[in-house]
């Protein structure tokens, strides 16, 4: 906000320099407004707007796979989550509503990924903006607009509305994409439970700010969990091992789980979305790209080394405890007197089988959810802070 003796030099410099000083004046307004709106995220980034459990952990995360950005968690009155970037610093916004809902705060992984996937457009758009300018003047053609200047400033508006279409969707499946590479199946699971809120069919329009169909979403990333990071392996090891423990009901949740997404979701139908002909033809180029996208993203991930493929052997363990309503934060072998932290993704993994064993079996009442979601805010916490105590303990 401007101070005091600036304002007043303004208007003692008003009588000489009317206009100039009514430029200064609405310059400070917009510094003023400007501040405002960082003071205001710098506000509902505070212990009591924020889920503390979690912050520790995803700035761990950030540091990883977005090395040399520093990461803010704040909250916003949408009902959406939320990211924005620039220079060295990264705001991510939860929704206040939920900040209790442990499972749902799986999507920032998907948030993490937007600074990440513009690298991927640096090489990549111009390989798609002639194909995409094709579509449009063949499309043009089609619907018989003469080729005068009229034709041009129609194809350059069409040429844009189709690569706002292509980059939006390449985008927003990028994303979701990371957070599967992250999270595994749960991802998956919690933006089948978002979708679930949302219109599942929804063209990509200027008023939907192109999003792609959500059917289409979580139907890629099923096959992006399956092709690109070979959960089909992995999920039948994690089955028998569940079994092997006594925990058949959560091999039988997983497996149903994964088998029933893949029903919902798994075709490749786009004729039967409402999508209209132009649409069709540039989500063509988007399906085209998809798997060097898949491939970009895998790469990127990789530099988290507790993704979920590298933590599954931890899920018996936490879900013995987590039956118990005990926090799932560490892993308590019989034969070490040490235990050692659990991962987050682990920790993710393990509460989400176990809504699912609940949902199952129809036990999954509200102050049950509602016990699962601190349970699992609670592990990461002590999980973090334990592993950090076991670091700084090596040190010494």
Request: aromatic letters at 8%; one cysteine or more; hydrophobic letters at 40%.
């Given at each position: 906000?401007?101070?005091?003796?600036?304002?007043?030099?303004?208007?003692?410099?008003?009588?000489?320099?009317?206009?100039?000083?009514?430029?200064?004046l609405?310059s400070?307004?917009?510094?003023?407004?400007?501040?405002?709106?960082?003071?205001?995220?710098?506000?509902?980034?505070?212990?009591?707007?924020?889920?503390?459990?979690?912050?520790?952990?995803?700035?761990?995360?950030?540091?990883?796979?977005?090395?040399?950005?520093?990461v803010?968690?704040?909250?916003?009155?949408?009902?959406?989550y939320?990211?924005?970037?620039?220079?060295?610093?990264?705001?991510?916004?939860?929704?206040?509503?939920?900040?209790?809902?442990?499972?749902?705060?799986?999507?920032?992984?998907?948030?993490?990924?937007?600074?990440?996937?513009?690298?991927?457009?640096?090489?990549?758009?111009?390989?798609?903006?002639?194909?995409?300018?094709?579509?449009?003047?063949?499309h043009?053609?089609k619907?018989?607009?003469?080729?005068?200047?009229?034709?041009?400033?129609?194809?350059?508006?069409?040429?844009?509305?189709?690569?706002?279409?292509?980059?939006?969707?390449?985008?927003?499946?990028?994303?979701?994409?990371?957070?599967?590479?992250?999270?595994?199946?749960?991802?998956?699971?919690?933006?089948?439970?978002?979708?679930?809120?949302?219109?599942?069919?929804?063209?990509?329009?200027?008023?939907?700010?192109?999003?792609?169909?959500?059917?289409?979403?979580?139907?890629?990333?099923?096959?992006?969990?399956?092709?690109?990071?070979?959960?089909?392996?992995?999920?039948?090891?994690?089955?028998?091992?569940?079994?092997?423990?006594?925990?058949?009901?959560?091999?039988?949740?997983?497996?149903?789980?994964v088998?029933?997404?893949?029903?919902?979701?798994?075709?490749?139908?786009?004729?039967?979305?409402?999508?209209?002909?132009?649409?069709?033809?540039?989500?063509d180029?988007?399906?085209?790209?998809?798997?060097?996208?898949?491939?970009?993203?895998?790469?990127?991930?990789?530099?988290?080394?507790?993704?979920w493929?590298?933590?599954?052997?931890?899920?018996?363990?936490?879900?013995?405890?987590?039956?118990?309503?005990?926090?799932?934060?560490?892993?308590?072998?019989?034969?070490k007197?040490?235990?050692?932290?659990?991962s987050?993704?682990?920790?993710?993994?393990?509460?989400?089988?176990?809504?699912?064993?609940?949902?199952?079996?129809?036990?999954?009442?509200?102050?049950?959810?509602?016990?699962?979601?601190?349970?699992m805010?609670?592990?990461?916490?002590?999980?973090?802070?334990?592993?950090?105590?076991?670091?700084?303990?090596?040190?010494?």
């Amino acid at each position: 906000m401007a101070a005091n003796a600036d304002l007043d030099q303004i208007e003692a410099d008003r009588v000489d320099d009317p206009d100039g000083a009514a430029d200064r004046l609405v310059s400070e307004f917009r510094k003023m407004v400007s501040r405002r709106r960082y003071l205001e995220v710098l506000e509902k980034a505070r212990s009591d707007e924020v889920p503390w459990s979690l912050v520790p952990s995803i700035e761990t995360l950030a540091r990883q796979i977005l090395p040399g950005y520093q990461v803010l968690i704040t909250t916003t009155p949408d009902m959406n989550y939320m990211i924005g970037w620039g220079g060295n610093s990264v705001t991510i916004y939860l929704p206040r509503l939920h900040r209790a809902n442990g499972f749902l705060h799986v999507l920032i992984g998907h948030e993490l990924f937007h600074p990440i996937v513009t690298d991927f457009f640096v090489a990549e758009k111009p390989k798609y903006r002639p194909k995409l300018r094709d579509l449009c003047q063949q499309h043009l053609a089609k619907m018989g607009v003469p080729a005068d200047l009229f034709f041009q400033q129609r194809l350059d508006a069409l040429l844009d509305h189709a690569t706002q279409q292509w980059e939006k969707a390449i985008t927003e499946l990028m994303c979701d994409m990371g957070a599967t590479a992250l999270f595994g199946p749960a991802a998956i699971w919690t933006l089948s439970g978002f979708a679930a809120t949302q219109e599942m069919n929804s063209p990509p329009t200027p008023q939907s700010q192109y999003y792609p169909p959500w059917r289409m979403r979580i139907r890629v990333v099923l096959d992006f969990l399956e092709r690109k990071l070979g959960a089909g392996d992995l999920l039948d090891q994690l089955s028998i091992q569940l079994e092997q423990v006594g925990l058949a009901e959560h091999s039988t949740a997983l497996k149903s789980s994964v088998s029933e997404e893949q029903m919902t979701f798994g075709s490749n139908d786009l004729a039967s979305e409402p999508l209209r002909e132009l649409s069709v033809q540039v989500y063509d180029l988007v399906e085209e790209c998809i798997s060097d996208a898949g491939d970009f993203v895998v790469a990127k991930a990789s530099q988290f080394p507790k993704r979920w493929s590298e933590t599954l052997q931890e899920i018996p363990l936490l879900l013995g405890r987590l039956m118990m309503n005990v926090p799932p934060s560490e892993l308590i072998e019989g034969q070490k007197q040490e235990s050692k932290a659990a991962s987050m993704t682990g920790i993710v993994m393990a509460c989400w089988l176990e809504r699912l064993r609940l949902e199952k079996s129809s036990q999954l009442e509200l102050d049950t959810f509602h016990r699962l979601c601190r349970l699992m805010l609670k592990a990461i916490e002590d999980a973090e802070l334990k592993r950090n105590f076991s670091d700084w303990a090596a040190t010494k």
